[in-house]
């Protein structure tokens, strides 16, 4: 009779770990499927960017998860409150990820996970992001190549005064 116990006890302790894994999960935003890369080290050894040699273009998602038949979609999180809408940044972001896997695996991802502290996005990795993230990666490289730099942007005179080159930056806003 005392080995039923223990057997209950133990079947009992396996379910509520397996419900509390469950929650914890839907609280990460992941989706099922198992994660075959993640950029932290207390998971697994931190692995290697992804690198495309071509558009000498680098990155490290947050999170890669193989939702089956060998698709794997990024998964970017982010600290901050939800907005409205995802950034543009962020889906640039996002979206040269699924550029990146996709050149690396062969296959395309059909969308990448935004994770905000209290909401999640499915951004749909479509042809015209694609090629929205191409002429952004050309209009960077043509930057790069100007003499005196990129003009400055200064839509926000918040980010002005934080720049790291402010000092020397002959646009200042003041």
Known sequence: MRDWLWIGLLLLAAAVLFFWSARKRRQTGLPS?????????????????????????TGKPDYVVDIGGGVRIPVEVKSAPAPTEPYDS?????????????????????????????RTFQVDYTPALEESLLELISNIRAAENC????????????????????????????
């Open 90 to 118: 962020h889906v640039m972001q996002l979206a040269a990820y699924c550029l990146l896997l996709e050149r690396e695996s062969g296959r395309r991802p059909p969308y990448g996970l935004l994770r905000y502290r209290d």
């Open 33 to 57: 499927g198992k994660i075959v890369y993640a950029d932290t080290d207390a998971w697994q050894k931190l692995p290697a960017p992804l690198f495309d040699p071509v558009l000498r273009l």
């Open 147 to 174: 003499p005196d730099g990129p003009e400055r942007s200064h839509a926000q005179a918040s980010r002005c005064r934080a720049c790291g080159y402010r000092q020397h930056c002959n646009q200042p806003l003041d």
